[in-house]
């Protein structure tokens, strides 16, 4: 029996998905562009010019502004709409898509302000009950070019879990289930810290061994916060923790490795933003964790050094010296 | 009060951790030399030519071949002799060091033949019952230079771990303690299988993702082969299992990853190895583990498919196809 499959954002990741979906020839698949002229663009050229260059679109691909069109006769929704756009993209559609559709999220981040991961807004906005996460190591470049990528769907709901392995499964793509949609909401948000702290210690060029206990380190500071809020511990160490976070904090193309970089190399933060165009998730997410883990009564020493530099122009190297200054513990100190 | 310390082996880490431990001026350090040879151009040069290049070796540390001026007055022996030489070298000079000494091994790796552990091979051939692990992510030509490094030292006897901690640690140097010898042993030995494994990635050019997916599985792998031996789960999550991991895997100087990467590219290991004046251990611990892990019937999927391409001439793109078209699994199974 075929299956429909519906997906709402035409970002890089959600071009990629389509196209992995796509592979099947039982899979029928509609992808959304929220903006008429990225919709326009992509339908023109059926390719994705700015995000996934070099890379067709099969003309099996459905690609559309209209969401009724979309989302009709779809098994499940898939919301590949970065969470700063979440919520208001979501309002705007949310008469056209039925409660009763399981979506799967691939957002990574949480909301400004209201600290809500993505499927509870999923579940907020379009009252969804069946919601699941697919999360883990997965640039979007790699994928839509075939090279292998192995994540994590993560529902309440075994069964659906299951149901998006097997949906999304190929020979590249290979796909674990889990139950901790918390842990792996959280995880995806707090590696994006660690990406700019990763990128500090490589631009004060400290070394491989700095950067590996770094990490090491990081895993500890994320499990210890994500467990305080619900999440599973193992989680921290699986593909949308550790696998998600050496990604992050190795490639060279990550953005908030990137703003890490400039601050180690000595640039200010508001230099740095000037020249942007695309946001790095990690320097929201800084501030808003720290501060949920000072209200918490959390130790977060790297979290707190990359809150010290981004916003209190701390010098990047007296926030290493004081990381490796504390008072020395016991390893498995939680 | 003034501290003695004995360095059996003068190879690149011997030297950088006599370094290390000479930084402080209540130090005592003396590093032995097991060739005569090395000695002597060691003594001349006052500098590690070959290992260490470029770095000088401080009038105050004691350089010799006379075991017995070396271990004169220590307060720790530390054994940074390779696990393949260990049990012939601490045999030539077991008559010089006293049992009552504590011993740290810096060594990693496991004996051929017996599966023997460093520390097993240091109570056995010394008689020495104070026994401690340092390990980590610490290339010594980073820490020779004065880059950062954090590592965990680990002993069954607390005090032990707390004192080499306190003397080890400086503002560039942090050391956490553990009290998981086996855990701390085991994995420093396992994830140079995985260095191979990562090389292969990188010679088959399969991406970020698939290199940090395959890292988060090795870790899992290796902490089931771990605990099946008595170690304890969250080691191989810390600085000596994920932490050494990384930096073998990232770095393009590790010699296992070096052979991965050239099996990746299509060349054949006899080939590889008559070019190579070192020693990849993994080579050899994958033929180990891989033995033992079928003793014990414990499913090692990256260990194997590193095996067969090693032992095997398996193509390791098969490899990889092999290892993404297991049965999909709960992430949480172990």
């Known amino acids: 029996m075929s299956l429909s499959f519906a997906i709402l954002g035409d970002g890089a990741w959600g071009t990629a998905v389509a196209l992995l979906l796509a592979g099947r020839t039982d899979h029928r698949v509609a992808l959304w562009s929220a903006r008429a002229e990225n919709g326009r663009i992509l339908k023109d050229r059926r390719e994705n010019v700015r995000l996934l260059p070099g890379v067709p679109i099969p003309q099996s691909v459905l690609l559309s502004t209209d969401i009724a069109e979309v989302v009709s006769g779809a098994d499940l929704i898939i919301a590949a709409i970065p969470t700063v756009y979440l919520r208001a993209t979501l309002k705007a559609v949310a008469g056209a898509v039925s409660p009763s559709l399981p979506v799967v999220s691939l957002a990574k981040g949480l909301e400004m302000g209201t600290f809500c991961r993505p499927t509870v807004i999923l579940e907020e906005v379009l009252e969804s ?90 895993l500890v500071e994320m499990a210890r916060f994500g467990v305080a809020l619900g999440a599973a511990h193992a989680t921290f160490f699986g593909l949308a923790g550790l696998g998600d976070l050496i990604t992050t904090c190795i490639s060279p193309h990550g953005r908030n490795r990137h703003v890490g970089y400039r601050l180690g190399r000595g640039e200010k933060l508001a230099e740095i933003l000037s020249g942007m165009s695309m946001v790095a998730e990690g320097i929201y997410t800084t501030r808003s964790v720290h501060a949920k883990a000072a209200q918490m009564g959390l130790d977060m020493p790297i979290t707190t050094e990359v809150y010290r530099v981004l916003y209190e122009d701390k010098d990047p190297l007296t926030a290493v010296s004081d990381l490796m200054l504390r008072d020395p513990k016991h390893e498995t100190s939680v």
């Not at 470049?141 to 499964?169: H, K, M, N, Y």
């Not at 901790?180 to 810290?193: S, T």
């Not at 061994?209 to 770094?214: D, E, G, T």
């Open 129 to 218: 009950r069946r919601l699941a996460v697919l999360s883990g190591p997965s640039h979007a470049e790699e994928v839509s070019r075939g090279l292998p990528a192995t994540v994590v769907a993560a529902s309440a709901d075994p069964e659906l879990a299951l149901w998006i392995q097997r949906c999304f499964s190929t020979d590249r793509f290979r796909v674990y289930t889990s139950s901790d949609v918390v842990g792996v909401e959280l995880a995806g948000a707090l590696k994006n810290i660690m990406g700019i702290a990763a990128g500090i210690a490589d631009g004060l060029a400290l070394g491989d061994n700095a950067k590996s206990a770094l990490l090491t380190r990081s």
